[in-house]
C-alpha cells in the first residue's frame, strides 16, 4: 500500500494519499506522538512523517500489512522485552496493520526518546560552554 506521490511537504500532505481506513490509524499514532511529545516539531524526513525535539525523535509509516514506526535503535532497545511480539529490525518496528496499535507502548517509547534527546542536548550544550 505504499503511496505512489514522492516529494511530501507535509505530514497532512502523507496521510492523505492513503484509503481512510488507514488514514485513521495513521492519525490515531500522530495523537498518540504528539500527546507524548507535545513540544515536538511535525514534518517530514526520509519522506515520512517525523517528530522531531533537538533532533529527530521518531518516523512513521503505511505499508501494505503494517505500520512502521521507527524510534531509532535506542528506543527499540530500551523496549526489547514489550517489542519482541512485533517483527522488527534495529531501531523499527512493525504493527500489524490488522490489529490495535499499542498506543499505551508507543507512548512510553515517544517520552523515553524525548528525555534521550533533551539529555543529549544539554550535554552537547555544556561541552560547549
Known amino acids: 500500500m505504499e503511496s505512489n506521490k514522492v516529494g511530501f511537504i507535509s505530514v497532512d500532505e502523507y496521510i492523505a494519499t ?3 481506513e488507514i488514514q ?4 490515531e499514532l500522530r495523537a498518540t506522538i504528539k500527546a507524548s511529545a507535545p513540544d515536538a516539531e511535525e514534518k ?3 519522506q515520512m512523517p517525523t517528530f522531531a525535539l533537538k533532533g529527530n525523535l521518531v518516523h512513521f509509516a503505511a505499508w ?3 505500520i512502521g514506526f521507527y524510534p531509532t535503535s535506542s528506543g527499540t532497545q530500551a523496549f526489547k522485552h514489550e517489542l519482541s511480539i512485533y517483527e522488527g529490525a534495529k531501531g523499527s518496528v512493525k504493527f500489524p496493520i490488522d490489529k490495535p496499535l499499542p ?3 508507543i507512548s512510553k517509547i515517544v517520552r523515553f526518546r524525548v528525555a534521550e534527546n533533551l539529555k543529549n542536548a544539554e550535554i552537547k550544550s555544556s561541552k560547549r560552554k
Open 64 to 66: 501494505k500489512n503494517h
Open 18 to 20: 492513503f484509503p481512510e
Open 103 to 105: 498506543l499505551e507502548l
Open 24 to 27: 485513521e490509524i495513521l492519525e
Open 44 to 46: 517530514i524526513s526520509y
